[in-house]
């Protein structure tokens, strides 16, 4: 994203080890909400939605509130795309939480101990890496199988309801989809690593049900293929509906 060191230190992040941006890339809404709100354990007043909304109201001639800098419309639109790509990772707007023992909670009943925290998947460990790389890759697509998804793309219905609640819908379209990713899941206890065992009662459908939500969620964020992207999610049919 631009503009990394003017916004590295303009919010009071939690966990004190990473820099106020990185912050600006996620919201961590637990799996038993039907959607977003900021109210809730996870989201915060420099989390996606709210890094998302900032640079909206740059484009708007307004300023970014004081979380974020945005020097002008070109870094907004930027940063928008940016975002609106990551909200279309599941993870990175939806998360499980569970106790020491693997035992899933509900953080925001009064459940929720930070140090179970997994970071939106990064901390989830499978037998290929973490979950959270694991739904940010691509899968290999045939260039018949991309032509249909750009056709597809094409008919993306407007977002219902009102221009401003937009990102919040978005956002809550993922929560669901992420409380999809984690219906046959089990976990393990935390790890000496810190880290924490995730597998799957069905490890072929689960794979079936990834490749069908990415998809999804490809179309509906738009994409432009780069040759070198190893990311989910990178362009802009929704966001062109922002700047008509």
């Known amino acids: 994203m631009p503009a990394v060191s003017r916004n590295w230190s303009n919010c009071v992040y939690s966990s004190g080890t990473r820099g106020c941006h990185e912050s600006y890339h996620f919201a961590d809404i637990a799996i038993q909400r039907n959607g977003y709100a900021d109210d809730r354990i996870g989201a915060a007043k420099h989390d996606i939605v709210h890094a998302a909304n900032a640079a909206i109201a740059v484009l708007r001639g307004m300023p970014s509130p004081s979380s974020f800098s945005i020097k002008d419309k070109k870094e907004a639109i930027f940063i928008l795309a940016h975002l609106i790509g990551d909200m279309h990772q599941p993870l990175h707007v939806g998360s499980v939480y569970f106790d020491a023992d693997g035992k899933v909670v ?9 140090a179970t925290e997994n970071r939106g998947g990064n901390d989830l460990v499978t037998g290929a890496g973490n979950l959270h790389s694991e739904w940010d890759s691509i899968p290999d697509y045939s260039a018949a199988q991309k032509t249909q998804m750009v056709s597809d793309a094409r008919l993306v219905p407007v977002t ?16 669901m989809n992420s409380r999809l990713i984690f219906a046959d899941a089990e976990y393990g206890a935390k790890l000496a690593t810190g880290k924490w065992p995730i597998s799957f009662e069905d490890p072929a459908l689960h794979v079936q049900d990834e490749n069908q939500i990415k998809r999804g969620q490809l179309i509906k964020a738009g994409f432009v293929w780069r040759n070198c992207s190893t990311r989910f999610g990178r362009e802009l049919v929704r966001l062109v509906a922002w700047i008509g």
């Not at 509900?106 to 930070?114: C, K, L, Q, R, S």
Request: aromatic share 12%.
């Open 106 to 114: 509900d953080p925001d009943a009064g459940t929720y101990d930070p």
């Open 160 to 175: 219902a309801g009102p221009a401003d609640k937009w990102i919040e819908a978005w956002a809550s379209e993922g929560i």
